[in-house]
């Protein structure tokens, strides 16, 4: 696994340019122009179970799904930040991208760490050194596991809809 380091306030445009903003729409559209502005070897080089750290106020700026479910496309593990922008983080529930603020594990990383996250557990180890940070609500969890907020709550339907 690749850990992808960022600095504070990387708004949505630099997640994914605006100007595509009308003209894609699916993931396989919008994944080939992630990060194309701030990271350019993003997009081709990350693989599934990457990580993405960053500073305060990630996903900040306009409230596009596009740069979620791009980064949830992609096989981004989880984005692990100081801090996130409220609008960023709701659309990344709704799309299952997995968020995690935890700043000492975001300034503990080193060029060449690796990083291990167990959301289920509310740990993140970075290089040699485990940070905590409070578990994630088993309902946000679900959401990730089920691929976002959609098959999360149509699966839900049919379950009750079989046990009526």
């Not at 600095?7 to 003209?23: A, E, H, V």
């Not at 990060?35 to 106020?57: C, H, M, S, W, Y």
């Not at 940070?131 to 839900?156: N, S």
Request: overall charge negative.
């Amino acid at each position: 696994m690749r850990v992808w380091k960022y600095g504070d306030d990387i708004n949505t445009d630099m997640l994914f340019p605006g100007k595509y903003t009308y003209t894609c729409a699916t993931a396989e559209e919008i994944k080939p122009h992630l990060l194309e502005d701030l990271d350019p070897r993003f997009a081709t080089e990350v693989q599934p179970g990457d990580i993405i750290l960053a500073g305060k106020n990630f996903g900040c700026g306009s409230s596009r799904e596009q740069p979620a479910l791009g980064l949830r496309a992609v096989g981004v593990a989880a984005v692990v930040a100081k801090s996130f922008s409220r609008i960023f983080y709701r659309a990344a529930i709704n799309q299952g991208l997995l968020l995690v603020e935890c700043p000492q594990a975001v300034d503990a990383y080193a060029e060449g760490d690796g990083a291990t996250l167990d959301p289920a557990a509310g740990t993140i180890t970075v290089g040699a050194k485990t940070f905590t940070f409070p578990k994630l609500p088993e309902r946000i969890l679900a959401i990730r596991d089920a691929g976002g907020l959609l098959p999360y709550t149509l699966a839900r339907l049919k379950e009750q809809r079989e046990f009526a």
